[in-house]
């Protein structure tokens, strides 16, 4: 069985910085792309980070810059590095499976509270 | 950037038809798929590739995508099919994900 089990969230002030790391279990992670979306509460998905198979990473303009997105596979581990955060970033973030190509996401881990506020 | 648009809700009746909707550009020329959130859970897949269905999915799920439309179709709407709809593509290896819709089963 698939598990993905986010941790590393947390209150942080703005302007702050935040590793988020993501625990996969149950498939050959090193098969697989990988990717980040979050959820402001109450609000939709938004997309924030990929990374495939060759480690090539992909971002939307919102966190371009101030969003890292790195896998380990050795470790079966995903990692969303966090820098310049803002309110605005304030989400539940989702760790992510995906075949890759046009496939779709699907795996969700429970996700993990980032909480930006002074 | 590429934009998807769902309507913010839709109601049925019990045992009635719903249909969601998402809008985009030449959307019928990429592969759309749909997941399925309830309160205080992650989302879930329904629906991949435009209309197909994922292993223990119910049959009553199904979707279509032609020209700037795709549509997710439940049939026989259960009240357990309450829930957030959310609509998603690929544009230039971006995710693209719709605005989502509330269903409502009354």
Redesign the interface.
Known sequence: EVHLVESGGGLVQPGGSLRLSCAASGFTFSSYDM?W?RQVTGK????VS?IDTAGDT?Y??SVKGRFTISRENAKNSLYLQMESLRAEDTAVY?CIRQVG??????S????TLVSVSS | ?YELTQPPSVSVSPGQTASITCSGDKLGD??V?W?QQKPGQ????VI??DNKR?SGIPERFSGSNSGNTATLTISGTQAMDEADY?C???DS????????TKLTVL
């Open positions: 990717h979306v939709g998905l938004e997309w990929g992909y939307p303009g989702y190509g046009d496939n779709p996401f699907d969700w881990g429970q996700g | 950037s990429k592969y798929c997941y992650s989302p879930v897949l991949y590739q994922p959310y998603q593509a690929w290896r971006n995710a693209v994900f719709g605005g989502g």
